[in-house]
């Protein structure tokens, strides 16, 4: 019998153990589950593994069959489909937005278009194929006459739910797992991430204050406006962030352009009996606090060290005992040059955090990355079981 066999025949034969999706909402709820939960997002690295279309042009709503069965077939938990649009989006009568997928000189590339009264911007990215991902090629804002145009098209968008496609997601997903929402980026998000890049959105916060302060207002005024379409929705879990770094977003930067922003919507959700976590993508030194502050329940994608800048114990202590956790182990651990040792003791690390507080996720630093040793996702499983109970 091959590994996956065994291990599902176990759990069947141990019926009364919590269901991976009981533990996952356990630690939400401030319970203690049997074990320390345990999942992984798997939504960039099983297409690379089987060479299924990465496009992000497009929007996957009907559950991606082999994502779903693979975390079935194996014991992982799932939380996230990261091509997966939970939500509509309509724009204001005077804004035309365009994505175009399109290929030639032997590139593919995807250009997003917005056509408005107060002018055009368009953003590009281009495939890699030997990342396995679409790497910016045109920011899409350079002037402040450009955050003129990106913020009318932003400030008044109109939000739905797609219902029967969360619905058709939670029932592929079972007991598997829980599917997390995400609800895209803040303002500062769509700046730095998307149409200007890092460097420039913090020169235009300095520069430009006036235009750069009523863009981030505005767009965050709309997106609280997905929020409560949030709120008026089944979701359990909201994901939220914009690829958070104190390096990049420092404490007093955070405190002015995004807390207000995160906090509210924590509110928000939080009166509807939702959980919130964040998505923490970088330096953690800083970060854990300043994003605990927002009353967000946790920290997704929590890198500790080696990649990260702070250890396990380091990422307790500054996260506090009532912040939820969710990570554990670095990217480079997963891939098939790195020592399997160095692997284990990463995840038993992880694991013993739980003696501290159980508001604890075993998952990986983010992303399982493309290339990642395979055999790693049952060894990690095996290790959870085995060492993560409570």
């Not at 759990?11 to 074990?35: A, C, K, Q």
């Not at 977003?249 to 207000?260: L, T």
């Amino acid at each position: 019998m091959n590994p996956a066999k065994a291990y599902n025949a176990a759990m069947h034969h141990r019926s009364h153990r919590m269901s991976l999706r009981r533990r996952i909402l356990s630690v939400f709820r401030g319970e203690t589950p049997d074990v320390v939960p345990f999942m992984l997002d798997l939504s960039h690295w099983l297409p690379h593994k089987l060479r299924l279309p990465f496009d992000l042009s497009r929007s996957y709503e009907e559950p991606i069959r082999e994502l779903v069965e693979y975390h079935k077939r194996n014991g992982v938990g799932f939380y996230l489909s990261s091509l997966t649009g939970f939500c509509s989006v309509e724009y204001s009568n005077d804004v035309t937005a365009e994505t175009i997928r399109e290929t030639s000189g032997g590139k593919t590339r995807i250009r997003w278009k917005f056509a408005t009264s107060l002018g055009e911007i368009e953003r590009v990215r281009t495939w890699d194929e030997q990342t396995y991902s679409w790497h910016v090629t045109k920011w899409g804002v350079e002037s402040q006459e450009d955050l003129r145009v990106l913020t009318h098209a932003l400030s008044a968008r109109r939000f739905g739910f797609k219902r029967e496609v969360y619905r058709a997601w939670r029932d592929a997903v079972g007991d598997t797992g829980v599917v997390y929402v995400g609800a895209g980026y803040s303002a500062i998000g769509h700046l730095m991430n998307y149409w200007m890049g890092v460097e420039r959105a913090i020169l235009a916060s300095v520069d430009w204050p006036d235009v750069f302060a009523e863009t981030v207002e505005r767009i965050n005024a709309n997106t609280l406006e997905l929020v409560n379409a949030l709120v008026e929705s089944p979701a359990e879990v909201i994901v939220m962030g914009d690829n958070i770094s104190s390096d990049i977003q420092p404490p007093r930067f955070f405190a002015k352009w995004s807390a207000p922003f995160y906090t509210e919507a924590a509110r928000r959700l939080h009166t509807a009996g939702k959980h919130l976590m964040i998505h923490i993508d970088g330096r953690l030194r800083g970060a854990l606090r300043m994003v605990r502050e927002t009353s967000a329940d946790g920290g997704d994608a929590i890198t500790p060290t080696p990649l990260g800048d702070l250890t396990p114990e380091q990422c307790r202590e500054e996260a506090g005992p009532d912040f939820l956790l969710s990570g554990g182990v670095s990217p480079e651990l997963w891939l098939p040059n790195a020592a399997l040792g160095d692997f284990e003791d990463a995840v038993l690390r992880w694991l013993a955090l739980r003696r501290c507080s159980p508001r604890l996720i075993a998952a990986a630093g983010d992303q399982v990355p493309p290339g990642a040793d395979e055999d790693r996702i049952g060894v990690m499983r095996d290790l959870v079981e085995r060492h993560g109970r409570y």
